[in-house]
């Protein structure tokens, strides 16, 4: 279905579940390095900020990606 003209469904159901994944599992390593080391919430949030920032490179990787097509 998809014309050549940018993403198609799955393309966009595969940003979507990359996106989720790596907000979580920045998430989940860092709250378990934080309960393993008793340190809530110092290493839950450099999870979190390590997600945003994978999550925005690969946002930019696919972008790019679209926009020279």
Do not use: H, R
């Not at 198609?8 to 390095?33: I, K, N, P, R």
């Not at 809530?40 to 997600?51: A, N």
């Not at 994978?54 to 930019?60: F, N, Q």
């Amino acid at each position: 279905m998809n014309q050549g003209n940018g993403p198609d469904l799955s393309d966009l159901l595969a940003f979507g579940m990359t996106t989720a994944a790596c907000l979580v599992a920045g998430l989940a390593v860092g709250w378990f390095v934080d309960a393993t080391l008793d340190t809530l919430p110092v290493f839950t949030l450099v999870g979190l900020g390590l997600g945003i920032v994978v999550t925005c490179l690969y946002v930019y990787a696919k972008l790019m990606k679209y926009l020279k097509e």
